[in-house]
């Protein structure tokens, strides 16, 4: 079946730094990934749409500038958490789509728990 | 717009007994419906979906949902809970069939008693 990878599994960071997660398709290729962050006891928010070799796009009050998503290959989609703050503590889960003919399944990552001192 | 309710954010079920999990949709077009679980610090898992085939639809581990759109409901069941079905369970909808975004619902966590 269709494998979805996130590393890292786990970070933690002082406030102010910068935070690199990738996520990978390892046995298919996805044209599109979905960025999602889950607070502790709460449901799946959707942050940002990737799609390979275009600008994600981020859903209402997300910043862009502050969650940045580059999807270089069908493979590969990161999100880089900028200037990162307590606040920004959270588990972040991707998922990803499979890439031509029809798909009607998101497969997701393990996700990456993000805690920021 | 779509939106998922689940009714209930805690469900506790003896060991044995029947499971049942709660979800109401909206849609502004036929929806394509998910149910996804979640183990303790892990990402979701999918458990079954609806694509406008069958209304009544079969998953992994024993799980069906069915379908019913004059109720606007796809409730999750399993006619014998197991110790291992413990976990959180998402109710997720979408409006394209395809890579669209899905929209989730607060979850329900399932609590098995021995």
């Known amino acids: 079946g269709a494998v979805v990878s996130q590393h890292p599994s786990r970070v933690i960071c002082k406030s102010g730094t910068s935070v690199k997660i990738e996520c990978r398709s390892l046995?298919?290729?996805?044209?599109?990934m979905f960025w999602y962050r889950q607070f502790p006891k709460q449901s799946l928010m959707l942050m940002a749409t990737?799609?390979?070799?275009?600008?994600?796009?981020?859903e209402q009050g997300v910043e862009k500038d502050k969650f940045l998503i580059n999807h270089a290959s069908l493979t590969l989609s990161t999100l880089t958490v900028t200037s990162a703050h307590p606040e920004d503590s959270s588990f972040y889960i991707c998922?990803?789509?499979?890439?031509?003919?029809?798909?009607?399944?998101?497969?997701f990552g393990p996700g990456t728990r993000l805690t920021v001192l | 717009a779509q939106s998922v309710t689940q009714l209930g954010s805690h469900v506790s079920v003896s060991e044995g007994a029947l499971v049942l999990l709660r979800c109401n949709y909206s849609s502004s077009v036929p929806p394509y419906l998910f149910w996804y679980v979640q183990y303790p610090n892990q990402g979701l898992q999918l458990l079954l979906k609806?694509?406008?085939?069958?209304?009544l639809v079969k998953g992994i581990n024993g799980f069906e949902a069915e379908f019913k759109k004059s109720e606007t409901s796809f409730h999750l069941t399993k006619p014998s809970a197991h110790m291992s079905d413990a976990a959180e369970y998402f109710c997720a909808v979408s409006e394209d069939f395809g890579n669209e975004k899905l929209t989730f619902g607060t979850g329900t966590r399932l609590t098995i008693i021995p």
């Open positions: 998922s990803a789509g499979l890439a031509g003919g029809i798909t009607d399944t998101q497969y």
């Open positions: 046995d298919f290729q996805a044209t599109t």
């Open positions: 990737s799609n390979e070799g275009s600008k994600a796009t981020y």
């Open positions: 609806y694509t406008s085939a069958a209304t």
